[in-house]
């Protein structure tokens, strides 16, 4: 029993030997001598120019181009229907309803621009009134008749802020008579 106890000791130092052995061999403390670490020298960078690639510009985005839609509705004429009979020189003040179907709310630097026909004394710019998305606005136009009788016809159109038109365009259409009969009127009034 004892020759068998005396085996099994000679096996286990021999397995801590081993085990000793390797742990030595992964050991990171191993020490250089002077000469290897002399001759150790780490890599360096060596610095190189770096092309410098132009980044794209853009312009910041509108009101227009943050995902919404300008989108005019006309609804109907509120003053001075169409073939309305005036005399010459009289003031016609236009206003016509329509609404804000699109998804940008009108705000400034929305206009109605003078597109065809004769302007009939009005500024060819005129603000669009503000309005929200969704709602309805009465749009005016002051005009002064022409002098001359015939008919006369004054086309507008809306542009976003950034100038592209959008929206049904609205026109006047009048008369120019020399005199009025008992049942025409320059105007209409707000129903």
């Known amino acids: 029993m004892i020759g068998h106890q005396k085996a099994i000791r000679s096996f286990l130092y021999l397995w801590l030997l081993i085990i000793l052995l390797i742990a030595a061999g992964c050991s990171p403390n191993r020490s250089y001598s002077s000469k290897e670490e002399a001759s150790y020298r780490p890599p360096t960078l060596v610095p190189t120019s770096v092309p410098t690639v132009p980044t794209p510009t853009r312009?910041?985005?509108t009101t227009l181009e943050a995902e919404c839609s300008n989108v005019l509705r006309y609804l109907k004429d509120v003053t001075i229907p169409d073939g309305t009979k005036v005399t010459p020189g009289s003031t016609l003040d236009k206003r016509w309803r329509v609404e804000n179907s699109g998804t940008c709310n009108w705000s400034e630097g929305y206009t109605l621009r003078f597109i065809e026909g004769s302007e009939m004394g009005a500024n060819p710019t005129q603000a669009l009134y503000p309005a929200l998305s969704g709602n309805?606005?009465?749009?005016?136009?002051v005009f002064t008749a022409p002098a001359n009788t015939g008919m006369y016809q004054s086309k507008w159109q809306a542009f976003d802020p950034e100038g592209n038109p959008f929206g049904d365009p609205i026109y006047v259409e009048i008369e120019?008579?020399?005199?009025?009969?008992?049942?025409?009127?320059?105007?209409e009034t707000n129903p």
């Open 176 to 187: 120019v008579v020399s005199q009025l009969d008992e049942n025409s009127t320059t105007e």
């Open 59 to 61: 312009s910041p985005k």
């Open 136 to 141: 309805n606005a009465d749009l005016r136009i």
